[in-house]
């Protein structure tokens, strides 16, 4: 198999993952497992998939972590390119997927762990709160991957330690935005749901991919 596609197929399966439990515990858990356990289902998905396709494609399932790779020369173009169609294409087969289980049940579909703002989500933030909340939270994750993955030696605990920080930012975002920290995690159940999920989703595609630039400038903080 090309090597190319063995990375793009890696970050599907990643993406899919990824949304499919951590989307999904929200969705069908979220009132028994609360705060703590819908953020480390998101966390735990991470730490499963990094020990898995970490070696293949570096486990980046989010444009996002993708986009900073990019502006670090980590990534390059066509590679950028080839992730983030893979990743959302994951996204959306996963929560796919996640719309037909709750469909069987015969009830209306409200909720796919879908990200929003507003009267009625979380405690109500506005949309300028939320770009910020995104913006915030986002770079908090992306710099601690790019930390953790500076140095060969933390190689053995990347994952661990990527996929607790995950768990840490959804334990503040969880009330506020639902967390998305990842256009393609945030456009999936997006798609899949419409009406007001799908007009808010700009704010979850735009404010993940503004902290990365912040990165470069950083990289000496």
Known sequence: MHTSFKKYAAEFIGTFVLVLFGCGSAATAGGELGYLGIAFAFGLS???MAYVIGP?????????????????????????IGYVIAQVVGAIAGSALLYAIMDSTGKAVTSL????????????????MAIIVEIALTFVFIYTILGVTSSQINNNVAGLVIGLTLAFVHILGIGLTGTSVNPARSLGPAILLGGQSLSQVWVFLAAPLVGAPWLQSCSGC
Not at 56 to 79: E, T
Request: glycine residues 18%; positive net charge; hydrophobic residues 45%.
């Open 113 to 128: 762990g879908q990200n929003g703002f507003g009267t009625g989500y979380g405690i109500g933030i506005s949309a300028f």
């Open 46 to 48: 991470i730490v499963a």
């Open 56 to 80: 293949v494609s570096g486990c980046h399932i989010n444009p996002a972590v993708s986009f900073a790779m990019l502006i670090s020369r980590k990534l390059s173009g066509v590679d950028f």
